[in-house]
């Protein structure tokens, strides 16, 4: 069984930098596609970040570009979500997801994922 169980959201002030981490555990043998989104109440989760399951491509949310970086670590149990400069419209909980298969594109919709976390909440304060 696949479970996801994100960390690190906290209170932090505008441009502040922040570092979340995804623990991924049960078939962590097979290589998976992560990504993180986001999600205000009452609104749609956001596509944030993705990386593809071989490691090789990056992907990014327009609103995050250039100050966001997504990375996996070599045993491919820990995904993270480098987060620089904040702006307060970064206040949102903050979900990891993967897929497990390596035939599908990358996809940068909530539908494209297989298993999620609980999320962790980032508060930016300005």
């Known amino acids: 069984q696949v479970r996801l169980v994100e960390s690190g959201g906290a209170l932090v002030h505008t441009g502040d930098n922040l570092r979340l981490s995804c623990t991924v555990s049960?078939?962590?043998?097979?290589?998976?596609?992560s990504a993180w989104f986001r999600q205000a109440p009452g609104k749609e989760r956001e596509f944030v970040a993705a990386?593809?399951?071989?490691?090789?491509?990056?992907y990014y949310g327009n609103a995050v570009k250039g100050r966001f970086t997504i990375s996996r670590d070599n045993a491919g149990e820990l995904t993270t979500l480098q987060m620089n400069s904040l702006k307060h419209d970064a206040t949102d909980r903050y979900y990891c997801?993967?897929?497990?298969?390596?035939?599908?594109?990358?996809?940068?919709?909530?539908?494209?994922?297989?298993?999620w976390g609980q999320g962790t909440q980032v508060t930016v304060s300005s």
């Open positions: 990386l593809k399951w071989n490691g090789q491509s990056t």
């Open positions: 997801s993967i897929v497990l298969s390596q035939k599908k594109a990358v996809s940068l919709s909530v539908h494209g994922y297989d298993y």
């Open positions: 049960g078939r962590t043998f097979e290589t998976y596609t």
